[in-house]
């Protein structure tokens, strides 16, 4: 499964944006969807996760963008979202997709990343 991000730029601190992630390829189900960012010389560090669920899906996000970020997928489930609102300086990083779930074709699990989008927020 292919991830390619999009969305991402520079603004100043208050702003906002929005990260869109495709997935792509063959035959395949999404089950784990999430953004991290890293910062040059820093760990890779997890920002929001959507889960598939059985009532609908289930959206969990790192302390420091709770309240200001939200996570969404599409009604296909193959393309996730990340709105940045009230944007601050330290969210400047590179920002990753990541996905989790089942190939069929042939059948096995998955675990894929995107080559990132460069968020700067400039204060």
């Known amino acids: 499964v292919q991830l390619v991000e999009s969305g991402g730029g520079l603004v100043q601190a208050g702003d906002s944006l929005r990260l869109s992630c495709a997935a792509s390829?063959?035959?395949?189900?999404?089950?784990?969807m999430g953004w991290y960012r890293q910062v040059i010389g820093k760990q890779r560090e997890w920002v929001a996760t959507?889960?598939?669920?059985?009532?609908?899906?289930?959206?969990d996000y790192a302390e420091s963008v709770k309240g200001r970020f939200t996570i969404s997928r599409d009604n296909g489930q193959s393309t996730a979202h990340l709105q940045m609102n009230n944007l601050k300086p330290q969210d400047t990083a590179v920002y990753f997709c990541n996905a989790k779930g089942m190939e069929f074709a042939p059948v096995r699990r998955y675990d894929s990343w995107g080559q990132g989008t460069q968020v700067t927020v400039s204060s």
């Open positions: 959507i889960t598939r669920a059985g009532g609908g899906d289930s959206m």
């Open positions: 390829g063959r035959s395949f189900r999404t089950d784990v």
